[in-house]
């Protein structure tokens, strides 16, 4: 059933999640692979796990926790995992080494360079995920060749470039970006590092998911060191790469009783909902400028292998307009008395500013009630970047852009 919320250009779609068997991609063994990897390179550490009790007072749930990976590496996004660990993978392929016994010094040693020559990694990007691949090519003296949609913000793209990269702004959308990228690679004889998929290019795809299942492994450890599991995963969408990894790490880890996943996009990048919509299983893509000031979710044809699982265990889609993402970025970085502060960039912060809504306005009871959040809820959401365009941040969270159309007043008061 679709319930929409037409005043503020908000939909919804709940289901009953179907459930089944989850890829072996994605189980606890594979996570752990992956985070061993993690945990070899330069700078590592867990980011933190921020836990908002205050607002989750005030909100009327249990508890609200937040993913901060807006000091990764020092990359201000979780990006890098999936990309470090894709080109890890086309490398051990090259040496035959087994991924499971990758050692990172071997990877970055001068045996290595002399057995591969010079690699060239080439990937589209809206801006994290191509810094990601760009940093991880510098980290074992290889090249990136990255492309970017028009309309990139140019903090993004001086970053990439500071990390060595050849970095193009093209004239296209992200999803033509992504096929020019893939054709001057086919032309090139250099490594696509993608994190969507298609047919005849799935592999590297389910690497990249497997590396950000690292957060994952991060976020359910620290959670359990506060004696909390998920009840409730707000998960934002692009091309569906990283919810489908969170998804599908999360449901093999609570088989028994898994979390209730709300997936989240921008309305005019929606094709994870739209896929829901069509009601037929099969994913399908949006058309058009995409715009919004999510940048990193201005995706409009979804990753298949992604789009199978979500499918499956998702319980709520969600499409909504650019104010909620902003209203996220603005609680985040404004806390209550007593909780931490949070800076979130435009796409990782839309979680939070769905949660707002559903906790704050009363048009929205009935969509709360459906998903079933509440003073037993635990709720665990991802800020999935920093102020990677520190420009608009500014004009977001200090000067006010993508104002909210409503104003909860005495709904959030509460004696502090």
Excluded at 113 to 119: A, E, F, S, T, W
Excluded at 252 to 277: D, G, L, M, Q
Excluded at 356 to 380: M, Q, T, V, Y
């Amino acid at each position: 059933m679709i319930e929409t919320i037409s005043r503020y250009g908000f939909k919804a779609l709940v289901q009953s999640p179907a459930g089944g068997a989850v890829s072996e991609a994605f189980t606890e063994k594979a996570a752990r692979e992956a985070e061993n990897f993690h945990r070899q390179l330069p700078g590592y550490r867990p980011t933190r796990l921020v836990r908002l009790s205050r607002l989750a007072r005030a909100w009327g749930v249990g508890d609200i926790f937040v993913k901060d990976e807006s000091t990764r590496f020092d990359l201000k996004a979780f990006k890098v995992l999936g990309g470090s660990y894709a080109v890890a993978r086309l490398m051990c392929r090259k040496l035959g080494i087994p991924p499971e016994e990758v050692d990172f010094t071997l990877l970055v040693s001068e045996e290595a360079k002399l057995r591969m020559g010079r690699v060239t990694f080439a990937t589209a990007t809206d801006g994290n995920h191509g810094r990601g691949v760009a940093w991880a090519a510098e980290q074992l003296g290889q090249r990136a060749v990255i492309y970017m949609p028009r309309g990139s913000a140019r903090s993004r793209v001086e970053n990439i470039r500071g990390h060595g990269a050849t970095v193009e702004v093209t004239d296209c959308n992200y999803d033509d970006t992504v096929r020019l990228a893939y054709r001057q690679a086919r032309e090139n004889g250099w490594h696509v590092v993608q994190d969507t998929a298609w047919e005849g290019y799935e592999e590297v795809p389910v690497w990249i998911m497997q590396g950000y299942m690292t957060l994952c492994v991060e976020a359910v450890d620290q959670m359990a060191a506060a004696g909390r599991a998920p009840t409730h995963v707000f998960v934002q969408a692009g091309v569906g790469a990283f919810p489908g990894a969170v998804v599908g790490y999360l449901a093999n880890r609570f088989r028994e009783k898994p979390p209730k996943f709300i997936c989240v996009e921008p309305t005019n990048a929606a094709c994870i909902f739209a896929s829901a919509a069509a009601g037929d299983g099969r994913p399908h893509a949006v058309t058009g400028e995409l715009r919004t000031i999510m940048a990193g979710l201005a995706c409009g044809e979804p990753n298949p292998i992604a789009w199978n699982i979500l499918r499956d265990f998702s319980s709520g889609f969600v499409s909504c307009e650019d104010f909620a993402a902003a209203n996220g970025m603005r609680i985040l970085g404004n806390p209550l008395p007593g909780d931490a502060a949070v800076e979130a960039g435009e796409s990782g912060a839309v979680g939070i500013g769905v949660l707002d809504l559903l906790a704050n306005n009363p048009d929205f009871s009935g969509l709360r009630e459906k998903l079933e959040i509440g003073p037993g809820s635990s709720i665990l959401s991802f800020n999935t970047e920093g102020a990677t365009d520190p420009g608009n941040y500014r004009e977001i969270v200090w000067h006010g852009k993508c104002p909210s159309p409503w104003h909860a007043g005495a709904a959030t008061a509460f004696e502090l």
